[in-house]
């Protein structure tokens, strides 16, 4: 199929290569032109596992270009993709569509023939109704205009893996019309036995924040296990495993640490609990917005552990090295950093603070400018008198502690994404504190 993604972002960029690899011929459309030269030069402005690969090849082969003008996709395209964002409202609790809406906008009046628009951003409930008749007013193609919610589903630091091989597809739809045109698009994937959920549009909007909104549970419940872990002496990693045994529970997800940041995770349960209040269901909206305070109180709990971990060293005047910067591993993604919002922490306390981390140390630099940087893991060390281990990337759990003897004169390393196996590092004199295990 001919097929334009609109929007290209963190689920832009790689929805467009992987359309791509899936054989379709793919145009991408952006606002920013400088971003576009780049893309159409191969080159990939966000870091994602093998995305700088596929995004090459297909330039090259002339499979996917990127343009800023929207009625050369429309001339172009038979389906249209909608990636824009949907960052949370002014109201700190629902979804800002206007991209949506304004991409529609800027579309539709350049559809003069049967076509689909296909919207991956994430929504309010209600929305796709709404994009069907404005995109079907605007047309000249009218009611030839169809139009799916398909939301994404994707784990940022494998977006091209979740894009290509997911777990399953969504797409909320009224017309026949509209599931051929998904079937079509998505046949690859589906041939590989990827089930797909025909739902209505309403199901479909609903589908993402539900997920999102049990992940966000997911993480907060651990968390809060990790607090009385702490308190009563226990080991939270211990109890992970205990309950990850079981089947209807499992361990995916269920990792301690500072709270879950991103793109998608903190607004999807601000959303979602805001849809549960409109909706009347004020005891899920009760239950959410629990799950919620958990979340934003694990600066604080992070910032208590690294207290009693300097004991009467105060924070102020300490050379505090945070590991860490992206909102989790495997991105340079780092809006509603957890990592980043305990480095500024530190920092307001009086810490002389330097953030590694091995990808997003740029991205960091443009948000957080006021604090210090270095993409030198044995050097970020240097004259540190406290590690805060603070995003989970394999290239911490992976580093050898005897190579880095000496580094730090005293070296005492708060874990607080309870990710190390501390026995490696006591052996060689570090003193480690992790998050729900009460300083064992």
């Excluded at 505090?320 to 993604?333: C, E, L, M, Q, S």
């Amino acid at each position: 199929m001919r097929v334009s993604v609109i929007g290209c972002g963190h689920l832009g960029i790689p929805h467009a290569a992987a359309m791509a690899e899936l054989g379709h011929e793919v145009i991408g459309v952006d606002v920013d032109r400088a971003k576009v030269d780049r893309l159409n030069a191969g080159e990939c402005p966000i870091y994602e596992i093998g995305l700088s690969d596929l995004l090459a090849r297909h330039t090259q082969s002339g499979r996917l270009r990127f343009t800023t003008d929207i009625r050369e996709a429309a001339a172009f395209a038979e389906l249209h993709f909608i990636g824009v964002g949907t960052p949370i409202d002014a109201d700190g609790r629902s979804y800002d569509t206007a991209q949506v809406f304004g991409a529609i906008r800027q579309l539709a009046p350049h559809l003069d023939r049967a076509c689909t628009i296909v919207g991956k951003s994430t929504v309010t409930v209600g929305t796709t109704g709404q994009v069907t008749a404005l995109a079907q007013r605007l047309a000249p193609a009218g009611g030839q205009v169809d139009v799916v919610w398909n939301p994404e589903f994707l784990r940022e630091g494998h977006a091209v893996e979740d894009t290509l091989r997911p777990d399953r597809l969504i797409a909320g739809l009224t017309t026949v019309e509209a599931e051929k045109a998904i079937r079509t698009v998505y046949a690859p994937i589906l041939d590989a036995g990827v089930p797909i959920f025909v739902t209505d549009p309403q199901t479909a909007e609903l589908a993402k924040g539900a997920a999102n909104t049990f992940l966000g549970l997911k993480i907060s419940y651990i968390n809060a296990v990790a607090d009385m872990c702490e308190a009563a002496g226990g080991d939270v990693s211990q109890i992970v495993d205990i309950l990850g045994i079981d089947p209807r529970i499992g361990s995916g997800g269920m990792r301690p640490g500072i709270g879950y940041g991103g793109g998608c995770l903190p607004k999807d349960v601000r959303a979602f609990t805001a849809s549960a209040r409109q909706l009347g269901a004020d005891q899920a909206a009760t239950l959410l917005r629990a799950a919620e305070e958990i979340n934003e109180s694990r600066t604080a709990v992070a910032l208590g552990l690294i207290t009693r971990a300097l004991g009467e060293h105060p924070i102020k005047g300490t050379r505090i090295t945070v590991w860490g910067a992206a909102f989790k591993p495997g991105t340079n993604d780092v809006r509603e950093s957890p990592a980043l919002a305990l480095s500024q922490v530190l920092q307001q306390a009086g810490g002389i603070v330097t953030v590694h981390d091995p990808q997003a140390v740029p991205t960091a630099m443009l948000r957080n400018p006021e604090l210090d940087y270095t993409d030198d893991l044995a050097a970020s060390l240097d004259g540190a008198e406290l590690v805060v281990l603070a995003t989970e990337w394999p290239e911490y759990r992976q580093a050898d502690p005897q190579s880095l003897v000496g580094r730090p004169a005293n070296p005492l390393l708060v874990d607080c994404r309870t990710t190390l196996d501390p026995e490696p590092w006591r052996s060689v004199g570090w003193t480690i504190h992790q998050l729900g295990r009460s300083g064992k």
